[in-house]
């Protein structure tokens, strides 16, 4: 079993910057992939970014992407998202997830919520205006 447990959410004015950092531990040999996904009031839970612990690829939602860096630290079994430019919109609460290992061949939605099976708490990102 893989726990995941976030930080480094807050509050920041638009056009600041955070960086998040997802710190995961367990069966970690067991991660395929791991995302970001954020979820605003009122709105269904999207997906950010992902980076695959197979080969270090990496994908990013439209909105972000130029804005928002995956990267992670395989000693300390941490992924960071870090986060520049940010605007009102960015606002919400942010989950890591991992995606399972699996076997054979499989077609891979890197940023489908469906895909993914294990999930922090959350933390908070408040952009002000």
């Known amino acids: 079993q893989v726990q995941l447990v976030e930080s480094g959410g807050g509050l920041v004015q638009a056009g600041g910057s955070l960086r998040l950092s997802c710190a995961a531990s367990?069966?970690?040999?067991?991660?395929?992939?791991i995302g970001w996904f954020r979820q605003a009031p009122g709105k269904e839970r999207e997906g950010v970014s992902c980076?695959?612990?197979?080969?270090?690829?990496?994908y990013y939602a439209d909105s972000v992407r130029g804005r928002f860096t995956i990267s992670r630290d395989n000693a300390k079994n941490t992924v960071y998202l870090q986060m520049n430019d940010l605007k009102p919109e960015d606002t919400a609460v942010y989950y890591c997830?991992?995606?399972?290992?699996?076997?054979?061949?499989?077609?891979?939605?890197?940023?489908?919520?469906?895909?993914?099976?294990?999930w922090g708490p959350g933390t908070h990102v408040t952009v002000s205006s």
């Open positions: 997830a991992t995606k399972p290992s699996h076997s054979g061949t499989y077609s891979f939605i890197a940023l489908a919520t469906k895909e993914y099976d294990t």
């Open positions: 367990g069966r970690t040999f067991s991660i395929y992939a």
């Open positions: 980076i695959s612990n197979l080969d270090g690829s990496t």
